[in-house]
């Protein structure tokens, strides 16, 4: 028999650095599944977190990608306020070629055998329709479709929440959160960044756009009025704000000196490809990073309200602290002169212990 002693414990090795509390490997030869489900915390209440597909080159990726991710949702749900834990799940395959109804709901089936302890969403590479698959086999799900009673997309909020963000950043940097004739970059113009692009050029603000589909590219470009540019080029433009609303890590040892923006704030989650070094650097060199689950959470908390059956109203009201949540951790990063990750994460954080308090007191 061989050894796997030393890959089991890298395993656990991984879900004890990070705080993790569970992780679930779901294998269904009969119809392909290899997915990985990882909960985080689950403190304030069920693990919510996305179910992204992606074609990871290896397991040991997919398992680094699901723990990193879920991590977040767990600060996120903390952060706003709302009463969620954090999770996530990745499914190993091309989202283009290798899903199937039966796929998706035998993963639905994984879900519900975890009895609620992890609720699900749309995330890169699923869809609404995949939700629907999903909810055929479990309750424990959102973001589907309104004609079933869900809240439907939640990309309109989570765009709400980076145009406060940018605002509260806005204000700190100019003194005012007016923001006509200031300047983006919007670095993917998906879901989230076309919502974004209409909000800030309804602002009047001079907006670059860019996304590595062309056609989409010019095509929203056009239509809101904005100025196009090359992927290649987005460092090499000065502008005021950088808004990552594509996929995450964009801050790295490679980028990072060549950032000429005074804020950076977008959607795209974990945009710090080391969190504790980038966001000290950025930090140093005085540029405003508006922490990415903060500002990206209008689309959990429009989750939220499908599970608490809470109105669009509500959501919108919810989606609206944001802009105060941005400004305290720009508040507690000047006061203690920290990176503003560092400083949401212990807003966050504290949210957890106050209420693990209240919890064992009952
Ligand atoms: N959809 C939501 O409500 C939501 C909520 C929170 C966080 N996010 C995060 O925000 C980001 C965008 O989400 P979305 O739903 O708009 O995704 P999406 O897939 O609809 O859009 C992403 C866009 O980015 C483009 N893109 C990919 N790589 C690029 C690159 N290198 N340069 C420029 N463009 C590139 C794609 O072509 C696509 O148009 C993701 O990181 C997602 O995890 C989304």
């Not at 990871?56 to 952060?79: F, G, P, Q």
């Not at 989570?158 to 940018?166: E, H």
């Not at 692009?197 to 603000?205: A, D, F, T, Y």
């Not at 540019?229 to 990552?244: L, Q, R, V, W």
Request: proline share 2%; net charge neutral; with cysteine.
């Amino acid at each position: 028999m061989s050894d796997n002693s030393s890959a089991v414990n890298s395993v656990l090795d991984q879900l004890s650095a990070q705080g993790h509390k569970k992780v679930v490997f779901c294998n269904d030869p009969d119809t392909g599944l290899k997915a990985i489900i990882a909960i985080h915390d689950t403190t304030l209440g069920p693990a919510i977190g996305g179910t992204r597909m992606w074609n990871y080159d290896t397991e040991a990726e997919a398992l680094e990608d699901v723990l990193r991710l879920s991590r977040s949702m767990t600060y996120k749900a903390a952060i706003t306020g709302i009463n969620l834990g954090g999770g996530k799940a990745v499914i190993i395959g091309d989202s283009r070629k290798g899903k199937s109804e039966a796929m998706m709901r035998s993963f639905g089936r994984f879900i519900k055998n975890l009895n609620g302890e992890f609720i699900t969403a749309e995330d890169v590479g699923t869809t609404t329709r995949d939700m629907e698959y999903i909810r055929m086999e479990t309750s424990h799900v959102t973001g589907v479709p309104e004609s079933i009673g869900g809240a439907g997309d939640p990309s309109p909020f989570s765009a709400k929440g980076v145009y406060l963000g940018i605002k509260a950043c806005v204000k700190e940097v100019f003194g005012t959160d007016m923001l006509a004739g200031k300047s983006v970059v919007v670095q993917g113009i998906g879901s989230v960044g076309e919502h974004l692009v209409e909000l800030l050029r309804n602002e009047n603000m001079q907006v670059y756009v860019s996304d590595i589909n062309e056609d989409r590219l010019q095509q929203v470009a056009a239509k809101y009025k904005a100025k196009p540019i090359s992927a290649d080029k987005i460092f090499g433009i000065g502008a005021d704000i950088y808004a990552p609303c594509a996929l995450g890590a964009t801050i790295n040892d490679y980028t990072i000196d060549k950032l000429n923006f005074a804020i950076i704030a977008g959607s795209a989650n974990n945009q710090l490809a080391d969190e504790a070094k980038h966001g000290k650097m950025l930090h140093d060199k005085n540029i405003l990073f508006a922490p990415d689950y903060l500002i990206n959470a209008g689309g959990l908390i429009s989750c939220y309200s499908e599970l608490t059956g809470f109105g669009k109203k509500r959501t919108m009201q919810l989606t609206e602290h944001i802009y105060d949540a941005t400004r305290s951790v720009i508040k507690m990063s000047k006061q203690e002169n920290i990176p503003t990750i560092i400083a949401a994460n212990r807003i966050a954080e504290q949210r957890i212990i106050d209420i693990k308090k209240i919890k064992s007191s009952f």
